[in-house]
């Protein structure tokens, strides 16, 4: 059985269920209180659409 940082349910973004999920190691890299400018992108923009679990 997979984690569940790596299994999005229907309806949900992967980028963004994996950064809520599992984000210690999915920010590892940035400062503390730094943004996730990936995290930061989907807030702004949205998903693509290709990133949602069908």
Excluded: F, T, Y
Aim: proline content about 9%; hydrophobic content about 30%; aromatic content about 2%.
């Amino acid at each position: 059985m997979r984690d569940k940082a790596s299994n999005p349910p229907r309806g949900e973004c992967r980028q963004c269920w994996h950064h809520a999920h599992a984000s210690r190691e999915a920010h590892k890299h940035l400062a503390p209180r730094e943004d996730c400018p990936a995290c930061v992108d989907h807030m702004v923009n949205g998903h693509p659409d290709r990133m949602i679990v069908r």
